[in-house]
Structures are given as C-alpha cells and as structure tokens.
C-alpha cells in the first residue's frame, strides 16, 4: 500500500509502502473488542472497598432483649437493615488484570491499524521535529497537513520539545510508537506517522 510522505510544511516529499502484513490485513474486530476490554479492565485500579458488619464502629451491644418487646429480634445495630449498618456483598479490593497472548495482542494491534489506514487515516511525515517549545508551532503543523479532529502523534523516541509543544492541545496526544495500543488507535480520529515511528512499529508488528 503506497501512502505519501509529507514534510511538516504540508508538502508531499515522496511516497512510502505501508506493509500489507500490517497495515492491510482483515481486520479482526473481536479480538480487537478482546484487547480493548483487556486494557480497560488492567487500568482499573481495584482498590474499592465497602465496610462489612464486622468492620464498622459500635454494634457491640443487643439492641434489647430477644423476647417480649413486641419488636423484631435484633443482635445489632450494625446489622447490615440497620442505617449506618454493614454492606452485604459490597466490593473489596481485587485485581481486575486480564491476560491475553501475544500473537492475539499483535493480531490487534494489525487489525486497528489496517482500519486505520483504510480510511485513510494515517499521514505518514518525514520527520517531526521543532527548533523550539511552542504550542503555536505544533498547531500550525497541524493545520499545514489538513489534520481536522483529534490526533495521535506517534514518536521513534523520547521528544521533549514535541510532546510539550503538544501537550496544551486538548485534542493532541503524543505517544511513543514502542507503546501502541489498541485505545490510543481507536480512540482518535488521525494518526500523525513519523518515518522513523513506521520502522519502529514494522519491528514490533513486522
């Protein structure tokens, strides 16, 4: 698949092949779901706990006698009917992490970008580079390539002067290509390619 190659004045400097193996696959959208759920569910941090009636303060004495009063035999006042009682079967800590092969995680990560790069999705740079720190150079990057929406900003490395040019732009993240994954590539409308990004990425997915 033969996709342009622009430079970051917007003009197109050449013409690169995207790799069939990995930007033209059939997209294989449950195992997509599976590694979206997966990253999800492994960003929850699981650290929700309710109080049992064994945990919250008082309670230590019966209410009143068992027989006799005409009430309802209580043992507690922290019972889980009483207000400000125990919660029955309220969540705890726990892990939520999934687990999922390699194989089927690559086989994601093929899938979304071949979906991308069917719908024209991916602009494909030279390079990315800033002589300085300035937000407004970043956004007239942007506007050059015709780049409308949200963007990923996929880098070959650490770019300090990239990510924070990017960072006060509410619809640009900027993202190392060693840390593709499924959410970021779903999650927006564009994706901003570096050449030295596509090498990083055909020696991952290659």
């Known amino acids: 698949m033969q996709v342009p190659v622009y430079n970051i004045e917007g ?4 013409e690169v092949e995207l790799k069939e193996s990995i930007f033209g696959i059939q997209p294989n959208v449950p195992v997509m779901h599976q590694a979206l759920v997966r990253q999800l569910a492994n960003a929850r ?6 109080r049992t009636r064994g945990e919250v303060r008082g309670g230590g004495r019966k209410p009143w006698r068992q027989k006799h009063t005409g009430r309802a035999r209580q043992g507690s006042i922290r ?14 800590p726990r892990s939520y992490e999934k687990d999922m092969p390699k194989k089927m995680r690559r086989l994601a990560l ?14 494909v ?5 800033l002589p300085e720190i300035r937000t407004k150079r970043m956004l007239q990057v942007l506007e050059n390539l015709d780049i409308e929406g949200s963007v990923l900003v996929l880098l070959p490395e650490a770019n300090d002067v990239v990510e924070l040019s990017a960072r006060n732009l509410p619809e640009v993240k900027t993202l190392r290509a060693s840390y593709l994954n499924v959410r970021d590539l779903l999650g927006y409308d564009t994706i901003l390619l570096p050449l030295a990004s596509l090498q990083v990425i055909e020696q991952i997915l290659g």
């Not at 019972?79 to 705890?92: E, I």
């Not at 093929?110 to 602009?123: D, H, M, T």
């Open 45 to 50: 941090q699981g650290t929700h706990s309710t």
């Open 11 to 14: 003009e197109q400097v050449g």
């Open 125 to 129: 740079l030279d390079d990315l580079t």
């Open 110 to 123: 093929r899938s979304a970008l071949s979906v991308k790069a069917a719908e024209g999705q991916i602009k």
């Open 79 to 92: 019972s889980p009917q009483w207000v400000g009682g125990g919660t029955v079967f309220g969540p705890k």
